[in-house]
């Protein structure tokens, strides 16, 4: 009698536990990935469900963004410079189904199709690009993402460039670069500044050589500039030319 009554407390434990195990509640981010058998069955979720113990198997679903870090990079670009650079990458489960069947574990190729692809981009690509052009690059890594990680339901939103590390030999060669463009570009505009002054010049010169009133208006307004110096005595030339205009202009 005894031995009826614990077999019967353990069947009724274990009905229990089997009528509990069938229930399950997902979150509104959550889903679950449900096999029959072995057999992919169907998505379930949110809220309540209901799972047939033994013959049902559930695998959960995270459908929120996932924000991933893609480990330093040792890069060499196209002009053979050596960097290191690290990345970060948005991307969410669109189809659980796909996101559990079609890949072993999905963060971890994710994870991993990141990294190959960020030295693969970058690479075809000089430093000046990485270190002026991160939008273009950001969409770039994101559109190829984006195309390979279809086939396991995710989509790869955007992705960061966060960093791009010089050693220092390459920082020192880049400051004495962009010194140097400095410098260029302070000649060059110093040079079309005479050039500009050198034809303004000429054609001031032009103007005076046929007008006569101009050149000895100019020696006047020379003679006033001089008078507002401090010096005690000054010496000043009186072309010949000049001397005889005026002692013309004066006749």
Do not use: C
Request: cysteine-free; aromatic content about 6%.
């Amino acid at each position: 009698m005894f031995e009826m009554e614990f077999f019967g407390g353990v069947l009724l434990l274990l009905a229990v536990g089997l009528l509990l195990s069938m229930f399950r509640v997902l979150r509104e981010y959550e889903r679950g990935v449900i096999f029959m058998l072995g057999r992919f069955y169907k998505v379930k979720g949110p809220g309540l469900i209901i799972i047939v113990p033994v013959l049902q198997q559930i695998v959960k679903v995270d459908l929120r963004t996932i924000v991933m870090d893609v480990p330093t990079q040792d890069v060499i670009s196209r002009d053979n410079v050596s960097v290191q650079v690290n990345a970060v990458i948005y991307f969410r489960v669109l189809d659980p189904e796909k996101a559990i069947i079609q890949v072993e574990n999905y963060l971890e190729a994710t994870s991993q199709l990141s990294q190959t692809t960020l030295r693969s981009v970058l690479g075809q690509h000089e430093l000046d690009d990485m270190l002026a052009e991160r939008e273009q690059l950001n969409v770039h890594i994101q559109n190829i993402l984006d195309k390979q990680t279809a086939a396991w339901g995710i989509k790869v939103a955007n992705v960061e460039l966060k960093h791009v590390d010089l050693n220092e030999t390459m920082v020192r060669a880049i400051a004495k670069q962009a010194e140097a463009e400095r410098e260029r570009r302070a000649k060059v505009i110093h040079a079309v500044g005479e050039a500009e002054a050198a034809e303004k010049l000429a054609e001031a010169a032009k103007v005076l050589a046929h007008q006569d009133q101009a050149i000895q208006l100019r020696y006047l307004q020379t003679l006033v500039e001089i008078a507002g110096d401090k010096s005690n005595t000054i010496v000043f030339p009186l072309p010949v030319d000049l001397a005889a205009k005026l002692s013309n202009n004066s006749d």
